[in-house]
């Protein structure tokens, strides 16, 4: 079975740093999807990869899957009190539907 | 609606007793998913519905587990004689999916079960 493998698993950074967390995979990733949890809340849906080198921009946010669609990584440019939350990727199954979850990285932004 | 929504949001109960959870997906979404958050384990896959059919069962972790969804809409997930480890968050996603990959799943708030 497939298993995602997130780093860190925790981060504190001052506001208007640059952040990065990242997260691998056993196996071959399909479809990679990057999640944000606050705490009592549910998951909210940040980006989601597809072919290998790709990258994608979502305000301060961008995602990429390496060529061999085994890594991508979040980053997060000048960060903000409001991005704090747990990052969660998680990867589509050689047969689509079910997403499998990294155990998530949980990151708090100090103003 | 404009979202999924689960109920209800908060569930405290005693062991031994059966619990019925309850999720709304997005309105003509045909995929709908159970998850379950713990600590320590992660977030977990339980079933998927395809429709009123369940394709993929394989991760209720016990019988005690058990799902159906009627319409193409409601689902239940239902905990029967509920144990202590089975105090978690419980998550609904559905998405537009008919087969195949790259079906973003929308998540409900979920559920929050603690049993005594």
């Known amino acids: 079975s497939q298993e995602l493998e997130q780093s860190p698993q925790s981060l504190i950074v001052q506001e208007g740093k640059n952040l990065t967390i990242n997260c691998t995979s056993s196996?071959?990733?399909?479809?990679l999807y990057w999640y944000k949890q606050k705490y009592g809340e549910g998951l909210i849906f940040l980006m989601m990869l597809q072919k290998g080198g790709e990258e994608k921009s979502h305000e301060k946010i961008t995602a990429k899957l390496d060529e061999k669609k085994q890594q991508s990584s979040l980053h997060i440019t000048a960060s903000q009190p409001s991005h704090a939350g747990i990052y969660l990727c998680?990867?589509?199954?050689?047969?689509?539907?079910?997403?499998?979850f990294g155990e998530g990285t949980q990151l708090t932004v100090n103003p | 609606g404009a979202g999924v929504s689960q109920s209800p949001s908060n569930k405290v109960t005693e062991k031994g007793k059966d619990v019925e959870l309850r999720c709304d997906p997005i309105?003509?979404?045909?995929?709908l998913y159970w998850y379950r958050q713990s600590l320590g384990q992660g977030l977990e896959f339980l079933i998927y519905?395809?429709?009123?059919?369940?394709?993929?069962k394989s991760g209720l972790p016990s019988d005690r587990f058990s799902a159906e969804r009627t319409g193409g809409s409601v689902s239940t997930l239902t905990i029967q004689r509920t144990q202590q480890e089975d105090s978690a968050v419980y998550l609904c996603?559905?998405?537009?999916?008919?087969?195949?990959?790259?079906?973003?799943?929308?998540f409900g708030p979920g559920t929050r079960l603690t049993v005594l």
């Open positions: 196996k071959t990733l399909y479809g």
């Open positions: 309105s003509g979404h045909t995929a």
């Open positions: 519905f395809q429709g009123n059919s369940a394709p993929d």
């Open positions: 998680g990867a589509e199954g050689t047969s689509g539907s079910r997403l499998t």
């Open positions: 996603a559905s998405s537009q999916q008919t087969s195949g990959f790259y079906n973003e799943q929308f």
